[in-house]
């Protein structure tokens, strides 16, 4: 079974193939991403028109290098996904409507992707996780807590009252005049920084309810920037490296309170499991990492070319629903927002 995935959700124009073999086996025959980070650098962040034209011109040439990368003709597939949502809404009608075309074109059945629904399952494409699971789903625009019961059944545990962690990230970053995009350049300045200079706010940390809260933890660095400017080199390292670390005390403060939501819920948990753009931020890994052994559980994380948006996570949430017979029709719809946990509920399945 062979599914072609598309996503330009926000600044990646990206296709894949994905497989599923008679052994059971997943592999991904095929992964072509092209970044628009260049054309987005000089706004410090992405620009909805520039971003969808930019999918026009690319989102062919990306679906042909998809197929001959696998060796593959558009005939050799058994369906079409394309994210459908949430999203920069020009940038996911290219993608959709792209498509729509190639199922119309090659009788193909249709499956419009929940976006977020594939971050939260690509556990399951590397490393063939069981239901139910706990994820943490961390990106530029998502900061949430979900129960994972099976394709199309998620519970929301929590998650973000005002800003995303890759959002606050990208703020600081502009904040602290670095380079676009903001997540890995807070990052590498952090690696070079002493965590211990600034004691920033820890928000919310010890409340039971699993939410976040990052835009006072963003307003005190800014405030300590502007006391102690003109910044020098040493002094943008030690805040990014005290801002890196009070978002790592954060995010596992707040999962181990999803933890005990999770089970509260009577959901035992497999797996923790950290999901999303954020992902890839080696120091938040490394703080899940130490929680979910002290939890007593494995923690996956995608590979880091499958943190970011990429058509192969598209392509596996397309073939999970494509076994269960969860297909679209051609009026499927571009979303802007679309919440996980509005999905329709179906029955874990058998991993």
């Known amino acids: 079974m062979r599914v072609l995935g598309i996503e330009t959700t926000c600044d990646e124009t990206a296709a894949a193939i994905v497989s599923v073999e008679r052994s059971g086996e997943s592999k ?3 992964n072509e991403v092209l970044s628009q980070i260049a054309a987005h650098a000089a706004y410090g962040g992405v620009v909805p028109e520039i971003a969808a034209r930019a999918h026009v011109e690319a989102i062919d040439r990306i679906i042909a290098r998809a197929f001959a990368s696998a060796g593959l003709k558009p005939g050799d597939i058994d369906a079409v996904a394309a994210a459908a949502g949430p999203g920069l809404v020009g940038g996911v009608m290219v993608g959709l409507t792209a ?8 009788g193909k059945p249709f499956i419009a992707v929940n976006h977020l629904e594939a971050h939260a399952l690509t556990a399951r494409l590397t490393d063939d996780l069981a239901f139910p699971y706990l994820l943490l789903l961390v990106s530029g625009g998502h900061t949430q807590l979900l129960a994972v ?3 199309g059944d998620y519970l929301k545990l929590g998650g973000t009252i005002d800003d ?22 807070v990052e590498r300045e952090a690696a070079k920084g002493d965590p211990e200079r600034f004691d920033f706010p820890r928000p919310l940390q010890g409340r039971a309810n699993p939410d976040f809260s990052l835009s006072g933890l963003k307003t005190a660095v800014r405030l300590v920037a502007e006391r102690i400017a003109p910044l020098s080199d040493n002094d943008v390292a030690d805040l990014c490296a005290s801002f890196q670390a009070a978002i790592v005390d954060v995010m596992v403060d707040r999962t181990r309170a999803g933890l005990r939501a999770c089970r509260d819920a009577g959901i035992t948990p497999s797996t923790l499991v950290v999901a999303g753009g954020v992902a890839a931020n080696q120091a938040i890994r490394g703080g899940l990492m130490r929680l979910a052994t002290e939890a007593g559980l494995p923690m996956v ?9 990429n058509g192969a996570m598209i392509a596996w949430a397309g073939l999970e629903r494509l ?15 679309w919440p996980l946990d509005a999905l329709s509920p179906k029955p874990a399945t058998a991993a």
């Open 28 to 30: 991904i025959l095929s």
């Open 99 to 106: 498509g729509k075309a190639i199922a119309l074109a090659t």
């Open 149 to 151: 019961r099976g394709v």
């Open 164 to 185: 995303a962690v890759g959002e606050a990230f990208d703020k600081i970053a502009k904040m602290l005049a670095l380079p676009y995009p903001g997540g890995p350049s």
């Open 301 to 309: 994380a995608p590979p880091l070319e499958l943190c970011g948006d």
């Open 323 to 337: 076994r269960l017979g969860l297909v679209d029709d051609m009026a499927a719809v571009a979303r802007p927002r």
